[in-house]
């Protein structure tokens, strides 16, 4: 296998079956498993191919973020990130314990063929692979309606290029908010399709339950952590999707290559989580858009730092995620350099 492959995962729990499936496809692959610890949970994860980083190894790694970052929260996956980048990972795969992989799992490659969707403004991705009442959690509340309103327009041939964040849906329990689980809560599959690309001027949500990165798109993987637990790879993901456009991609969306289990919620608790964004996602999106950024790969990191000043400015962020930015861009640094000197 020509591609360096490494997992992350974040856990409080002893290795899930999903884990288990999941690393038994990884060993297959000769990718590894990185497992991400926190105050709650093992002391030890045995499982075939997966390094565990209890907190007590992550406060002695070389990663300020490590020490920095809260514990007790969904953030500790940051220093997996880094852990695999420092391995000489060429693509992270991040999911969680709840999700297991499909039989259609697989290996993607950075160059992914996929249909454009030719709207501008919020797309409801989830429409691409479903005919039924569903949107990702983070769609804005008033986009809900007019997305059901009519399929997605797509370009009318698929094409080949490169993009850095892939995005693969989940089968059984997939990633929604609170509001569609509690209206429409049901077990629920979607249609295999094609697979899509967001031009630039198109957004939508993802989250960072089945996603793939490639290398150009690493410091974007940063999930900022002086936000809600429902928010952070929500907004990470506008974050990213604006960076992407400055280096000429766009965020593909996958069909279903996961099915989840879901770990247990509170929903009315997930519900008060995303106020925020239901209150404020439209509003990022126009402070994201409006940013003069520039263009070119090397542009990535200081593009990342750019659009969160602007969302400190805006309110949404408090000064003290700036500090936590800076930690990461400089450990990203760290990391990058490790596998020359090792």
């Known amino acids: 296998m020509s591609t360096k492959l490494c997992a992350v995962v974040t856990t409080i729990q002893l290795p899930t079956p999903a884990v288990l499936q999941l690393s038994e496809r990884l060993t297959a692959l000769d990718a590894q498993l990185i497992v ?36 007790g929260h969904y953030t500790r996956k940051n220093v997996g990130y880094l852990e695999a980048i420092a391995r000489g990972a060429e693509c992270i795969y991040e999911t969680d314990d709840d999700n297991a992989p499909l039989a259609s799992w697989q290996l993607r490659e950075a160059q992914a063929t996929a249909f454009d969707a030719t709207a501008q403004g919020w797309i409801n991705a989830y429409r691409c692979f479903s005919a039924q009442r569903i949107w990702p959690r983070g769609l804005p509340l008033a986009e809900i309606v007019p997305s059901m309103a009519a399929p997605i327009a797509l370009a009318p041939q698929a094409s080949t290029m490169r993009a850095a964040i892939q995005q693969g849906l989940a089968n059984g329990s997939p990633d929604v908010d609170a509001i569609w689980r509690l209206t429409l809560d049901a077990p629920f599959y979607f249609d295999l399709a094609p697979s899509v690309r967001l031009r630039r001027g198109a957004w939508c949500p993802f989250n960072s339950q089945s996603t793939w990165w490639w290398p150009e798109a690493f410091p974007l993987m940063y999930l900022p952590s002086h936000c809600s637990f429902r928010m952070t790879d929500i ?40 106020i925020p964004g239901y209150q404020g996602n439209e509003r990022i999106r126009q402070v994201l858009e409006d940013l003069a950024l520039p263009t070119g790969v090397e542009h990535v990191g200081a593009n990342l730092l750019t659009c969160y000043r602007a969302l400190v400015a805006a309110g949404f962020f408090s000064n003290d995620e700036l500090t936590l930015v800076d930690t990461w861009l400089a450990d990203l640094a760290t990391a990058l350099r490790q596998p020359q000197e090792a």
């Open 235 to 274: 907004w990470r993901s506008f974050v990213a999707q604006r960076c992407l456009w400055e280096i000429g991609q766009g965020v593909v969306f996958h069909a279903a290559e996961v099915i989840q289990d879901r770990n247990a919620h509170d929903l009315m608790r997930d519900f008060g989580d995303e």
């Open 36 to 71: 991400v610890g926190d105050r709650k949970g093992p002391a030890s994860f045995d499982v075939a191919g997966a390094e565990f980083f209890d907190l007590a190894r992550q406060f002695a790694s070389p990663f300020d973020l490590a020490r920095r970052g809260p514990t």
